[in-house]
């Protein structure tokens, strides 16, 4: 699977859009880029996946760059409940492979 | 719809004792899996399943056993708690077949004295 980098922390003003950024170049044509998020001490909450194309639900956007060796996750009015850490995860999607490599995520805080 | 259930919230060892920490889903999910985080470190996988009677293990397998007889349960085993298996340990599944994305529990912490 490939790997991530992601920032370690961010900052963000409630009521902005949150945009977090994951860097995947080693990333291959069939591993998919999947978002979650962990509020603090619960466990952690499926935001968004995607491949090629960029995806939107009800919780986010996540945009893919052409190359796919990079994508943004979009929160578009960030509120303090979004407090959290983020995690960008690839990973293969084929049969019996579901072997999630987690990295330390990067941690956002929506400020009053 | 409870989602997935995770039993006990807390728990205290000593080392050298054994237990097991209890998984279970109602979303009739082929795919459950066990992880533990620890400071500093991203989740790491222990074992997982892709269906009643199908286990494998992950990235830290050693000293956890598992085992899968029905679809809807998931038992992680400790042998013989180490203080180093002090960690929050979570449970998470998924259908298999289709990918919406990882169910978690609400995690076990577990502490070895």
């Known amino acids: 699977d490939a790997k991530t980098t992601q920032p370690t922390s961010m900052d963000c003003a409630e009521g902005r859009a949150a945009n977090l950024p994951c860097n995947h170049s080693?990333?291959?044509?069939?591993?998919?880029v999947y978002w979650y998020r962990q509020i603090h001490s619960q466990g952690p909450q499926y935001i968004i996946h995607?491949?090629?194309?960029?995806e939107t639900n009800e919780m986010a956007s996540l945009i893919i760059t052409e190359d796919r060796k990079s994508s943004t996750l979009i929160l578009p009015h960030a509120t303090l409940r979004d407090t959290a850490v983020y995690y960008c995860i690839v990973r293969w999607n084929a049969g019996n492979n579901r072997k999630l490599i987690w990295g330390l995520g990067t941690s956002l805080a929506v400020n009053p | 719809n409870a989602g997935v259930t995770q039993t006990p919230k807390f728990q205290v060892l000593k080392t050298g004792q054994s237990m097991t920490l209890q998984c279970a889903q109602d979303?009739?999910?082929?795919?459950m899996s066990w992880y533990r985080q620890d400071p500093g470190m991203g989740l790491r996988l222990i074992h997982y399943?892709?269906?009643?009677?199908?286990?494998d293990q992950g990235e830290v397998p050693n000293g956890y056993n598992v085992s899968r007889s029905t679809t809807e349960d998931f038992p992680l085993r400790l042998l013989s708690a180490a203080p180093s298996q002090t960690s929050v340990y979570f449970c998470?599944?998924?259908?298999?077949?289709?990918?919406?994305?990882?169910?978690f529990g609400s995690g076990t912490r577990l502490t070895v004295v």
């Open positions: 399943s892709v269906g009643a009677g199908i286990t």
């Open positions: 998470a599944s998924s259908y298999r077949d289709r990918d919406y994305g990882y169910t």
């Open positions: 080693t990333i291959s044509g069939n591993e998919y």
């Open positions: 979303m009739n999910h082929e795919y």
């Open positions: 995607g491949l090629k194309n960029n």
